[in-house]
């Protein structure tokens, strides 16, 4: 493909793909098949890796994420973002009401909203495209966090119709239920603490380091609130309806999740429905939000000095109810990590039944200083996970006993161990204790490590019992009589299984590394030690100092990769792993051209078009060498903005020439 055809054929892509995507995740009306999109999306992947100029910040593939972020810059808000007051009952909303009457002349009309449990957003759109997103922040001023939510599909990158030039959209972006389930489900299979609400889940991804995380966790966005479009339409109401053919997913007022109204009356029956109904949304909210309509009747009305006059927040009552603690359990998950659990007196709660609450840690329980037997007071925290909130003291009987927290694993009787700056304790036999010896063999065969098909966790359970394995290494001895031998497992299942194994062997070493389940080496930091590193090899005998000089690793990571190694009985699961023939180092891809060979780059600072790694991935695919420090061997200095002033002056003193991203771009053409 010459540049002609590619410049053709990106367009052709990006078109189809952002009206592929708009039809999926704001319309849910699909036309294709996920496949089919994934398949257009990676062939535009391959061009733009080919030609890198041609890469935009508003192609489609920076939906997938990869960008890193080391700090989110401050940005002051154009227009404040203030809060709104609150109100728990129909006499206040009427008292609000009554107060809006008496300050403007003729009738209101009020615009009822669902109140969005999730993160407030303010993005900036100049001539169709994305340009900025900033957070609430204080109100006054927010985190810049564009390259997350550039990855949030039902956000658009660029606009259709006929939009300003230059106006900014404000919104909630929230975790849908489904999705914060299913993270919390992989996180109990990893033997990670799981997250506690949505909300806060949405709030800690969105200021994620790594943009590719933050893809992956499926955020979602309802997008109401237009401002400096001057008199688009008369009200608020009417604005939120036309912004829906630019492009963007607003309310669904079908689904009346927004709705006009003229009196007091309407506004209770729309809280009065979603206060009875809310349980049956995809999403949490925590009430509703009233307007005033027309916005000359807001400007009437006007502010004061923490939120406008012209709105209010109808808050729901969270739903509490009151149960015996019958006893505590401890689990153990894949790590150690030791989870108390209360098994509780059935009650009813939000619609299910509830029989247990999660007691997060030690530090949880001595808080809530329980007792056996108490009358403990249950709320579902972010109406998923039911917790305990408190103790009903009057009920409590003078001799009941105060639960304890417990010295040894539960399972393998190991003495606990409490890392200092940690609220979990941890059972530190993590080779010897069966349900992390079963955790880490069910994360290792999981989609992201090594994807074995034809074994879950119900088969790694029998496998385990039945004492035909007991790491990961045991897998690759696994055979054909071994595995029909097993209740209930045919000879079609028992040839996907073993076959399902030796596929496993052709996975990439970053997927090797990352199956092997060393504390603090996720997905994205597995990548980074395999490209910084090379090798399983390189990796074991690394020294503090060389495993911190990879891009993204700190103390705590480094720590915890010698920890691993040091262990005997982990260094002989590797060299088995070795022995059957897994990928334990970097393959090299074939390089794009040799116009960078035997020429060393250090990238520093934020640049433009291309994010730090796929600059360096640039540098690697047509022959040169990234390094870590700025040296007399250094022969370039790739420098973006903010790049530290030190690392400027030491480059500028060695004489080393200093590029700029335009330069690099002019350096690889030639």
């Not at 893809?215 to 912004?243: A, I, M, N, W």
């Not at 990548?527 to 399983?536: E, I, N, Q, R, V």
């Not at 061997?633 to 903010?642: E, H, P, R």
């Amino acid at each position: 493909m010459n540049r002609k055809e590619a410049i053709t054929r990106v367009a052709e892509l990006t078109s189809s793909l952002n009206r592929h995507n708009h039809l999926y995740y704001v319309e849910s009306n699909p036309e294709i098949s996920d496949y089919d999109f994934d398949m257009m999306l990676n062939e535009l992947q391959k061009i733009e890796l080919e030609f890198p100029d041609l890469v935009t910040d508003h192609s489609p593939t920076k939906r997938v994420g990869g960008d890193i972020t080391k700090k989110f810059d401050t940005v002051i808000h154009k227009y404040p973002m203030l809060s709104l007051a609150n109100s728990y009952s129909k006499e206040e909303i009427e008292e609000w009401v009554n107060r809006a009457k008496k300050l403007v002349d003729g009738n209101l009309e009020y615009v009822c909203e669902l109140k969005y449990d999730g993160v407030a957003i303010g993005i900036q759109y100049v001539n169709g495209k994305l340009k900025q997103a900033v957070t609430r922040g204080d109100g006054t001023q927010g985190e810049n966090v564009t390259s997350n939510v550039k990855t949030i599909r039902s956000i658009p990158l660029t606009l259709q119709g006929d939009y300003p030039g230059d106006f900014e959209i404000r919104g909630e972006i929230f975790f849908p239920l489904d999705n914060f389930r299913k993270l919390n489900e992989q996180r109990r299979k990893n033997g990670d603490p799981e997250f506690a609400n949505p909300r806060n889940t949405a709030s800690g991804t969105l200021k994620m380091q790594d943009s590719k995380v933050v893809s992956d966790r499926g955020l979602d966005c309802f997008l109401y609130g237009v401002y400096g479009t001057g008199d688009l339409k008369p009200g608020h109401f009417e604005t939120v309806q036309k912004v829906a053919d630019w492009g963007f997913k607003i309310p669904s007022e079908k689904k009346r999740y927004i709705e006009k109204t003229t009196s007091v009356d309407g506004v209770m029956d729309f809280i009065m429905h979603w206060d009875e109904h809310r349980g049956q949304l995809p999403f949490e909210i925590d009430g509703i939000v009233i307007k005033v309509n027309q916005y000359h009747n807001q400007e009437e009305l006007g502010y004061t000095a923490k939120s406008p006059r012209w709105a209010i927040a109808y808050k729901f009552k969270a739903e509490r109810v009151e149960s015996k603690l019958k006893s505590v359990v401890y689990q153990v998950g894949r790590t150690g990590a030791i989870t108390p659990v209360a098994n509780l007196q059935p009650i009813q709660l939000g619609g299910t039944t509830v029989k247990r609450a999660s007691l997060h840690n030690a530090d949880q329980i001595q808080k809530l200083d329980l007792h056996f037997e108490d009358s403990v007071y249950v709320e579902k925290g972010g109406e998923i996970i039911p917790k305990i909130v408190g103790v009903n003291l009057n009920e409590r009987k003078p001799e009941a006993e105060t639960v304890g927290f417990i010295d040894q694993c539960p399972e393998c009787q190991t003495e606990l161990i409490r890392r200092e700056g940690e609220a979990q304790h941890y059972c530190p036999n993590e080779v010897g204790c069966p349900p992390q010896k079963k955790g880490k063999i069910e994360h290792f065969i999981g989609r992201k490590a090594m994807d074995i098909d034809g074994l879950g966790a119900e088969t790694v359970d029998a496998l385990f019992e039945g004492g035909l394995i007991s790491n990961v290494a045991d897998l690759y001895e696994l055979t054909f009589d071994q595995v029909i031998g097993m209740d209930r497992m045919a000879d079609r299942s028992a040839n996907n299984l073993i076959d399902g194994v030796k596929a496993s062997k052709e996975k990439p070493f970053h997927k090797v590394l990352f199956g092997l389940g060393i504390r603090f080496v996720g997905e994205t930091v597995a990548k980074k030690l395999a490209k910084g590193l090379k090798s399983m090899e390189a990796i074991s005998k690394a020294s503090f100092d060389e495993l911190v000089a990879v891009d993204e690793i700190g103390d705590k990571i480094a720590m915890s990769i010698q920890e691993y190694f040091l262990d005997e009985r982990n260094r002989k699961i590797v060299e088995r792993l070795i022995a059957y023939g897994l990928n334990l180092e970097v393959v090299e891809k074939e390089q794009a051209s040799n116009v960078l060979e035997g020429k060393s780059f250090v990238v520093s600072g934020v640049f433009n078009a291309f994010s730090r790694p796929e600059l360096k991935e640039m540098i690697e695919a047509n022959g040169g060498k990234n390094v870590g420090s700025i040296s007399k061997k250094t022969d370039f200095v790739l420098a973006g903005d903010k790049m530290g002033p030190s690392k400027l002056q030491k480059a500028t003193d060695l004489g080393i020439k200093i590029l700029s991203e335009d330069d690099f771009i002019a350096l690889l053409n030639e």
